[in-house]
């Protein structure tokens, strides 16, 4: 679920003095709708400010019994990563100050500066150990695809402290929209977002071989689909095997170690109508296994999250409603 | 197929046999034979390039095997082990048929194997091992058990 701060505000005081006359002479704004991702009507309410908003939206009503705080206003910086760095901090020390203390229930994801690996492994280093602090959350748009050798520390810093790394759905402007360059259409950028600049995540973090490196890093694809992954998986397989030697410490299928190193959460579910199909769509690869139920509050993105959930077994809505992240992020 | 001392370590030669063609390398002073065939698509296998094993313990870490052990499809590049046939791609894969190779003293007429002044006719048809497994017919395609590689140093 999401959380934010209203406005850049609400973070003053966890802001050196020299970035709140920065905020204040750069004109620099804070948008807790990331960066304008969602059009301005869109029926989606406030992402929440407050634990007592997140409460009544949603803890309660929907009897959760844990929940992880996903903020993501930090992701449409500006380029100063001095500021990005101090950002990023602050938002964390206001999920730990404001959130994590207020209600047992609730974990929180941590942010870290996407332009300094250097300061990132800082950062993870500072509250990454904090006892309600899960996951390191990176924007799924990016200067470089995250399994880049320079990304490499980040990555194994997060593993190091017991931390999942989410990569979420959106990021800068200034970063292409899709994998393949920029585009002028909002249409073109909500598309790719929710399923194709992921894909070519998925396939560099398996082929740059941080998984070889570091073997105990845990991946979740938030907010980003996960239908598109069979026909991905397949394809990386078939192609993996007549060039393995360009990759030899890819030493595996992909398919195979995206099993063991990534999970997907359900929002949006891009599914058919027919339950039959969606039936089909999930067995393709065994996706009660992998799936990980996410409210992605306070985004609405239909219905196909409920034909999803009506399509698993007993067995896997137990898995995919809870089981799967309690294991993933250690929650049991 | 040939005489040994026409037969330089490194080379290949490709080989027709009644319909079918085998590839049969020498590395060092070893021989290996495999049907031309590649069981993913048909491609003229024994074509392709030999090479060695590779491993990695990390990203931009590599470590080549001194020995040539592999030959890869010219088509997509699925390698399979000279000795044995059996590809590396996983579970599941069909190993290409290797065939055993030996060295013999004597006359071309002793290889072929003539007997009783009968020769044996150009066509073989290749024949798999079938068998009962749970219900199922089971026809068995993997290659079948082969030394890895005959010693070729007696003349």
Known sequence: ?332 | MAKLDEFPTGERRIVQVGQRTIGVFRVGDRFYAMNNYCPHMGGPLCEGRTKPWLSSAAPGEFVLDEQEALVACPWHGWEYDLATGQSFLGPGEPPARAYEVTVERGTPERIAGGRNGRRPGPYVAETFPVHVEDSYVVVDTSSRPVAAGAAGGER
Not at chain 1, 145 to 160: C, D, F, I, S, Y
Not at chain 1, 240 to 269: F, N, Y
Request: proline content about 7%; some cysteine.
């Open chain 1, 1 to 332: 679920m999401h959380c934010a701060p209203a406005a850049l505000g609400d973070l003053s005081q966890y802001l050196e003095p020299y970035w709140r006359t920065y905020v204040h002479d750069g004109g620099v704004h804070l948008n807790p709708t990331q960066g304008g991702a969602y059009p301005p009507v869109v029926l989606t309410g406030a992402t929440p400010a407050s634990v007592e908003d997140l409460r009544t939206e949603l803890l309660d009503p929907a009897g959760l019994r844990t929940a992880i705080l996903n903020c993501t206003a930090s992701f449409h910086c500006n380029r100063n990563p001095y500021y990005e760095a101090a950002l990023t901090s602050a938002i964390n020390d206001w999920l730990v100050g404001e959130w994590l203390p207020r209600d047992d229930r609730l974990r929180a994801s941590m942010v870290v500066p996407t332009l300094d690996a250097d300061a990132a492994v800082a950062e993870i280093e500072r509250v990454g150990g904090h006892p309600g602090i899960v996951q390191v959350l990176l924007p799924v748009r990016t200067d470089v695809p995250w399994g880049n050798k320079r990304n490499h520390r980040l990555l194994a810093a997060a593993a190091e402290h017991g931390l999942v790394v989410g990569l979420h759905a959106w990021g800068r402007v200034g970063n292409a929209a899709t994998p393949t360059g920029f585009t002028h259409s909002y249409l073109e950028d909500y598309l790719s977002n929710s399923q194709m600049i992921v894909q070519a995540q998925v396939t560099s973090l398996v082929t740059e071989g941080v998984f070889t490196r570091v073997p105990g890093l845990r991946v979740a694809l938030l907010e980003c689909g996960f239908s598109w992954l069979p026909t991905l998986l397949w394809r990386f397989d078939k192609d993996w095997k007549g060039v393995w030697r360009e990759v030899p410490w890819l030493d595996g299928r992909p398919s195979e170690v995206v099993r063991r190193h990534i999970r997907l959460t359900t929002a949006p579910a891009h599914l058919p109508r027919d339950p039959a199909q969606v039936r089909q769509a999930l067995d393709l690869l065994d996706l009660g296994a992998l799936l990980m139920y996410a409210s992605d509050h306070p985004h609405v993105h239909g219905d196909g999250g409920d034909r999803l959930l009506a399509a698993l077994t007993e067995a896997e809505r137990e898995r995919v409603t809870g089981r799967n992240a309690e294991e993933w992020y250690g929650l049991a």
